[in-house]
């Protein structure tokens, strides 16, 4: 397979990794990433394969450093190069600040921050100059919502250290953003009571309807295209308008 571009896309075996997955195939050799969804991966690379495309899975826990250095020598030997990298693997967590315990906080942050952090770090070492690093935070860092202390926070560092690798990676044609889904339909919702999580998600939306995941692969996969090649350490939000102020 050596000689396509490539697309790396964590957590692609559900929800927004997965429709990013199938998108970027269009485009690009795409390796999706999981955890411990392994089902979910292969049915992933079965949609890409059997509409003629490239794929394969491979499984990493990205809070552990030496699966995440790994990864990327597998990629690099397997297909020679790196060209767009999607951190969209993460965990939603939802309790009162009061009862959170220090084993979620590492639980939370260990996925959500340090992961995605490993992820940048090991893609900014070895992908190509003009690449792709896309970061998948939430639009829960502009609401502060009740309950969403870790999980904000969480993703508030991700979009902090995006803007500086963003100035770093500049001078190679690297560009650096973060994308901010609104309220999105995937099995996170299940983690609270998702009808309800649904129905606040098109209240709040101005277009009045809770996101698709594909809604904000179109976004991903626009972002990474070259007709935004000007545009980095940038967060977009992907909402419907939910962030309208």
Not at 23 to 32: K, N, P, Q, S, T
Not at 195 to 200: D, G, I, P, S, V
Not at 207 to 236: F, H, K, Y
Request: with cysteine.
């Amino acid at each position: 397979m050596k000689g396509a571009r490539v697309a790396i896309v964590t957590g692609g075996g559900t929800g927004i990794g997965q429709a990013t997955s199938k998108r970027l195939a269009d485009e690009y050799a795409v390796v999706v990433v999981y955890s411990r969804s392994a089902d979910g991966a292969n049915n992933t690379v079965k949609a890409i394969v059997d509409r003629g495309g490239k794929a394969c899975a491979m499984q990493a826990d990205i809070s552990v450093e030496s699966e995440v250095i790994k990864l990327f020598e597998v990629v690099k030997e397997q297909y020679g190069r790196v060209d767009v990298v999607v951190n969209n693997a993460g965990i939603g967590h939802l309790k009162p600040f009061q009862d959170i315990s220090m084993e979620e906080y590492d639980y939370i942050f260990n996925i959500n921050t340090r992961g995605t952090f490993m992820m940048c770090r090991e893609a900014a070492r070895v992908m190509e100059d003009s690449g792709r690093i896309i970061n998948v935070s939430t639009g829960a860092t502009k609401s502060n919502a009740s309950g969403q202390a870790l999980y904000t926070a969480s993703k508030i560092a991700v979009e902090g250290f995006t803007k500086v690798l963003a100035r770093e990676l500049g001078p190679r044609g690297i560009a650096v953003n973060v994308v901010s889904p609104g309220m999105t339909d995937t099995p996170m919702l299940e983690g609270g009571n998702p009808e309800k999580l649904r129905q606040y998600g098109a209240k709040a939306a101005a277009m009045q309807r809770c996101g698709e995941p594909e809604d904000i692969a179109d976004a991903i996969a626009a972002l990474v295209s070259d007709d935004c090649r000007w545009i980095t350490g940038e967060n977009i939000s992907v909402s419907g308008g939910t962030s309208i102020v």
